[in-house]
């Protein structure tokens, strides 16, 4: 086993309140069956599903009920079972515009469709075996970006991967759903972990949690204890420390450069949850049904961490934590760093909902924004060194081959710009439009060439 | 349960608790210990001076707004440091007229002329200061001693030919000099509450004091190394520029790099001009001087971009 640098840290970031304690020490619970679950076919970074199943057709747990051929992508299976009520345009709390969905009224039987069944040992299968068993399973990325977890286990075959890290690092405020899963469910991440090493062929891992989750680390070190090639670091508190481009950096002292993925510097990169996850697609046959989700903030009466089935609403799973105690201001998919601001509470769960975060008036509000005083409190924080000030001013100018030409590319959309404004300018919102232009200029110009 | 009237924005949604006014508060207070020091060693004169100079700086920028038809933004606190920056530059006998013209023209001259705050290319304040020592250099540059107010010569003046003052007189405030700027103590103080409210960065006072202490110590007067670094950190107005105006936001590079590059070419300004210059004090020329440099210095200091080649 080569050593590996002692979990320093990445320059940058910033230390926001992390405001965990809501719900850090609350075990898991399951959520109420949910009468209705309204399950969009695309949860996923990648193609769309076509429905599998037609209204009036009797659904049961775990049966597939979305699915396409195209390689990126990832079925979507109900999580109840019953009958299908209607398949329509229904919201989506990731995407702006509404989203095909299989609305299924559910019979409170909870019957499981006959694939669900446990795989068997992972060892004796081949990785192509592993990886179809992950896809199969409906599989994607659990930390946010909801990428499909078959395809990430499949580099280039020449980009030999010689590490794996498990983020555990849950560095967004507020949210504690990985946190949780790490101390009650240790065993199953270094399950899943596992099989994710075998699909990809990695020889060696380490799950990074960061330091402020000593329970988390604790039950982690009980579960990898005797295997050679697995260990567990604690990462320096700070975010965005689960960024999985600084998260390698912080461990393994490589950067990924530019454009690259993590494959390019030998790594390969997986949430915890999402290691859960395929430990239950293989020693239950359980595809990807249901997830951890953090409800919580100052206005909600009673956080709790849920065990919420995928098409859960969102207010029901708000009622279920005892409602609200004050006026919600804004409501949020996610941690407040990175989240989504909901219009509605009729939104389902899906698969990257790691959180529900209600903020009242007084937290959602910031004050004016005034003119940039260029203290370059941002150019401070930036963990990806650039100059935000700079690149919002060009974007806000409409000079984006000046913003592209001062890397705006290389934004990683933390918001710790933002963040730490005096002058509450929106920073990071106005690198993404010129990140959005940008690419959009990028797509014209491939398709001029193509003709 | 159904939402009415929320928040929709894109993220973050979360924000620090350092506004402007906040920040700019901290700088205030960060100057108190001076103003105090210069009421105790130059009297009753020096806090005429002070308020009437803030008052002038303030009610400048809200007549200017008003006529302007812009919003009125006093409430920022920026307009009340320049104010005191402003009194803090005029020798402690002038008349009250003089720092209130200082303080107007920094504001609507410098500052709002050019855009209000955010957009001013040099320090207002200094830019004043320049303003009143080419208009008015007999009322700007007539210096008297702490307390009994008689006629006399500034320890930069004398350094030249050699006279230091006592370190505990020039460390404590009791010299002559402008009514903010003698007490290195009461700087101190403000730096460090600046420091450790991480108002301010240290590389840029950083490196113009360590800057200004190598090279006077280097070009000394009786040949190489042979300077008097500690005096020269002392005397005149250098901790007042390097901690509260060569660090101004606005005109001061937002690089790392920068910063230090900015404090270095002040502090090679600053010697160059004190022991070669026409004058006896070189600090705000020198900041003057590398504000206009800043833009040039960011340009050429960004950082290495994450994943991008060393």
């Known amino acids: 086993m080569t050593e590996h640098v002692e979990a320093v840290t990445f320059p940058g970031g910033i230390h926001p309140p992390y405001r965990k304690s809501y719900t850090k020490d609350k075990a898991v619970e399951r959520a109420g069956e949910p009468e209705v679950v309204v399950i969009p076919l695309h949860q996923h970074t990648g193609a769309p599903n076509e429905a599998q199943v037609a209204v009036g057709d009797e659904v049961r747990v775990g049966q597939v009920i979305g699915a396409t051929d195209a390689f990126v992508s990832a079925p979507v299976h109900s999580s109840v079972s019953g009958k299908v009520k209607a398949i329509e345009l229904g919201p989506h709390p990731a995407m702006g515009a509404k989203v095909m969905s299989v609305v299924i009224e559910s019979d409170g039987t909870e019957t499981l469709h006959d694939s669900v069944k446990p795989r068997g040992d992972y060892s004796d299968m081949s990785p192509d075996d592993v990886k179809t068993i992950i896809r199969d399973s409906g599989i994607v990325g659990l930390g946010g970006a909801a990428f499909p977890t078959a ?55 380490v799950v990074c949690v960061e330091d402020n989750k000593p329970d988390a680390i604790a039950a982690l070190k009980k579960a990898v204890a005797g295997l050679e090639n697995i260990e567990v670091t604690a990462l320096h508190t700070k975010y965005p420390q689960g960024s999985e481009k600084h998260l390698i950096k912080a461990v393994l002292s490589r950067e990924v450069p530019t454009g690259g993925l993590p494959f ?76 989504i601001a909901q219009y509605t509470l009729e939104v389902p769960v899906i698969k990257g909902t790691s959180g529900i975060l209600v903020l009242s008036e007084e937290e959602a509000d910031f004050g004016p924004t005034v003119p940039c005083v260029k203290c370059a409190r941002c150019v401070d924080v930036c963990p990806v060194s650039l100059l935000p000030l700079f690149l919002a001013a060009y974007s806000e100018r409409k000079m984006y081959d000046m913003a592209e030409a001062s890397n705006a590319l290389d934004c990683i959309e933390c918001g710790c710009c933002s963040y730490v404004c005096p002058a509450r300018r929106p920073l990071v919102h106005a690198i993404r439009v010129a990140k959005a232009e940008i690419m959009q200029k990028k797509r014209r110009e491939m398709q001029a060439a193509k003709k | 349960m159904e939402l009415e009237r929320v928040v929709v924005s894109s993220s973050p949604h979360l924000r620090s608790p350092a506004t402007v006014p906040v920040l700019m508060r901290d700088v205030v207070v960060a100057l108190v210990p001076a103003a105090l020091a210069g009421i105790v060693f130059f009297g009753y004169n020096a806090l005429l001076l002070t308020v009437a100079s803030v008052v002038a700086a303030v009610a400048a920028e809200a007549a200017y707004q008003k006529v302007a038809g812009k919003e009125v933004s006093v409430g920022d606190w920026s307009a009340v440091i320049t104010g005191i920056l402003v009194a803090f530059n005029v020798p402690p006998s002038a008349p009250l007229w003089l720092p209130v013209v200082g303080s107007a023209f920094a504001i609507v001259v410098v500052k709002q002329l050019f855009g209000g705050i955010g957009s001013n290319f040099v320090n207002p304040a200094l830019a004043a200061r320049a303003f009143l020592v080419a208009s008015w250099p007999a009322h700007m540059t007539r210096w008297t001693s702490p307390f009994d107010a008689v006629s006399t010569a500034t320890p930069l003046v004398t350094m030249g030919s050699g006279e230091v003052p006592a370190y505990a007189d020039m460390f404590l405030g009791n010299i002559a000099g402008c009514v903010g700027e003698t007490s290195a103590l009461a700087l101190l103080i403000g730096a460090g509450y600046l420091l450790a409210r991480r108002v301010i960065d240290w590389r840029i006072p950083g490196a113009y004091l360590g800057t200004v202490s190598v090279l006077s110590w280097i070009l000394g007067p009786r040949g190489i190394f042979t300077g008097d670094p500690l005096a020269h950190l002392l005397a005149g107005g250098l901790l007042l520029g390097a901690f509260f105006m060569a660090t101004d936001y606005v005109t001061s590079p937002v690089t790392k790099k920068g910063r230090l590059y900015m404090g270095i070419g002040c502090g090679i300004l600053t010697v160059l001009i004190r022991l070669y210059g026409g004058f006896p004090e070189g600090v705000s020329y020198s900041i003057l001087l590398m ?3 800043t833009p040039l210095i960011d340009k050429f200091t960004g950082p290495r971009v994450f994943g991008h080649a060393k």
């Open chain 1, 264 to 339: 390019h510097v030998g790594v390969m990169v997986s949430n915890a949850g999402t290691a859960v996850a395929v430990s239950d697609a293989f020693q239950k046959g359980m595809p990807l049904i249901e997830r951890v989700v953090t409800v919580t903030g100052s206005i909600v009466k009673e956080p709790r961490n849920l065990l919420a089935k995928i098409g859960t609403r969102f207010g029901d799973l708000i009622e279920e934590c005892g409602g609200l105690t004050g006026k919600p201001s804004k409501v949020l998919m996610g941690g407040p760093m990175m989240g």
């Open chain 2, 291 to 293: 504000n206009l440099a």
């Open chain 1, 151 to 205: 395809v990430k286990v499949s580099p280039p075959k020449d980009k030999p991967i010689d590490t794996y890290l498990l983020n555990g690092a849950e560095c967004e405020p507020y949210l504690t759903s990985d946190h949780r899963l790490m101390v009650e469910r240790a065993d199953e991440v270094v399950y899943g972990l596992r099989v994710l090493m075998h699909a990809s062929g990695t020889p060696r891992a």
